[in-house]
């Protein structure tokens, strides 16, 4: 039997059940006086169900997930909406302006939470997000992508300790999963000690829209959704990838400086000993191979070839049961990327 809907109430505004209204939580002003807000769109549905947030940007420069949250606020699958679904495609409005990850202050928002409201720049909006934004939901999608230059194969970062939130992670459908324990200030220790399960979505690189790794988000906001309720399963429903835990993962780094070629992509296997990429001179002659200190999947990797001594390359990470995951991650592929751009 359907709930019954409820009104939500977020920084005094009202949605009541049905309603879907956009409005601005203002941040204070640019030292230009000119005012300043994050911009959030909520959903009420038609019946009473869970409270779930999708937001993106808490990196001002991390933009597929923005992208991932206005295609989902215009899917028509929407009007079958039970419960509530809180937008907020642009956490880091200060960093967006500046095209920057972090605050004007040099600040990483994401080690900024929970906050307090005599903090620092970071601490204010971290309190704010919290007390007007997460407290109002039962559950959490914070989208992020690669740094600058580095991108990401779509994957979930979780704490799969806190079983709610590992749950939502296998529902999200991505192939890859990253245990990755809470970090201080995050957004997701914020909501671990509110007791709401947040799964992080990392996919792509900053300042770039990656197609698949949009609509692998897309897809994935859409079958949390489905999982908790919150909208009708699909007529025809396809089985979810399986899901597999990496044992472990790190970067592997140049032995050299140079330019750094590979004809690796991620999703890519490699065994130990496989030559990853050749770092060579401007004027060649000084060819040096990157070799593979593991086996394991590519997760990660550099998207600029010049690189110096020491800087990260290629991220791979290991699992139990390679064969396995080689197979899945490979139909996953070709699912996500046979449409093209
Ligand atoms: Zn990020």
Redesign the pocket.
């Known amino acids: 039997m359907a709930r019954r809907p409820q009104a939500i109430e977020i920084f005094g505004e009202t949605i009541a059940a049905s309603e879907r209204k956009t409005f601005n939580i203002p941040i204070g002003q640019l030292y230009t006086h000119t005012d300043i807000a994050i911009p959030v769109q909520v959903i009420n549905g038609k019946s009473g169900g869970p409270v779930l947030l999708i937001c993106a940007a808490?990196?001002g420069d991390?933009l597929n997930g923005i992208e991932v949250i206005r295609r989902v606020l215009a899917a028509p699958w929407l009007k079958n909406l039970r419960g509530t679904l809180i937008a907020v495609p642009m956490v880091n409005v200060l960093g967006i302006i500046q095209r920057s990850?972090y605050l004007p202050d040099r600040r990483d928002l994401?080690r900024c939470f929970p906050g307090s409201e005599k903090g620092s720049l970071g601490g204010r909006i971290a309190n704010l997000f919290v007390t007007e934004i997460l407290t109002k939901c039962q559950y959490a999608i914070d989208l992020?992508?690669g740094a600058v230059n580095r991108s990401n194969m779509p994957q979930i970062r979780v704490h799969l300790e806190n079983a709610a939130a590992a749950d939502l992670a296998q529902a999200f459908g991505t192939p890859l999963v990253i245990d990755a324990p809470i970090r201080d200030g995050s957004l997701r220790g914020a909501g671990d000690d509110l007791g709401i399960p947040i799964i992080t979505y990392e996919a792509g690189e900053a300042l770039r829209f990656d197609e698949p790794a949009i609509r692998v988000g897309v897809k994935g906001v859409r079958n949390v959704m489905i999982h908790l309720g919150m909208l009708p399963a699909r007529r025809v429903q396809k089985p979810l990838p399986q899901s597999f835990v990496a044992k472990s993962s790190s970067w592997v780094r140049a032995p050299a400086d140079g330019l750094f070629r590979s004809s690796l992509t991620l999703g890519d296997r490699v065994t130990r000993g496989d030559v990853l990429g050749i770092i060579d001179g401007p004027l060649g002659n000084s060819e040096i191979p990157v070799q593979a200190p593991y086996g394991g999947i590519v997760i990660g990797n550099t998207r600029l070839p010049l690189v110096n001594e020491g800087e990260a390359l290629l991220h791979l990470a290991r699992f139990d049961d390679m064969d396995d995951v080689e197979t899945v991650v490979d139909e996953f592929r070709q699912e996500f990327e046979s449409n093209g751009y």
């Open positions: 808490i990196h991390e990850r994401n992020h992508t």
